[in-house]
């Protein structure tokens, strides 16, 4: 069974940093990409930040230049560095894999639970 595990949110206060990890775990041979997207209070889910297997990037325009995704494909680990925080990058923060080759097949898309990031004036 494949599942994503979100770690890092939390309370900080605007102007301060927050490192989310997600770490997929399961029989898995490679992810073709993996993403970040959040979602406040009465607002639909966006996406934040994608990376891709090779490493190409891409961020949603309200993070450009305070977040930096990466990720670890040894581990199947995508992290998000947020800094500079601001209180209206308070959400729920999902981790999202695309393109899961498993023993069991390919998944084309799977979703964590979810982690908490408030964000403070």
């Known amino acids: 069974q494949v599942r994503l595990v979100e770690s890092g949110g939390g309370l900080v206060q605007a102007g301060g940093s927050l490192r989310l990890s997600c770490a997929a775990s399961?029989?898995?041979?490679?992810?073709?990409?993996m993403n970040w997207y959040r979602q406040a209070p009465g607002k639909q889910r966006e996406l934040v930040a994608g990376v891709t297997s090779g490493g190409s990037t891409n961020y949603a325009d309200s993070v450009k230049g305070r977040f930096t995704i990466s990720r670890d494909n040894a581990k199947n680990t995508v992290y998000l560095q947020m800094n500079s925080l601001k209180p209206e990058d308070t959400a729920v923060y999902y981790c999202n894999a695309e393109g899961l080759y498993t023993i069991a097949g390919l998944l084309p898309n799977v979703w964590g639970r979810g982690t908490q990031v408030t964000v403070s004036s």
């Open positions: 399961g029989s898995i041979f490679s992810i073709n990409a």
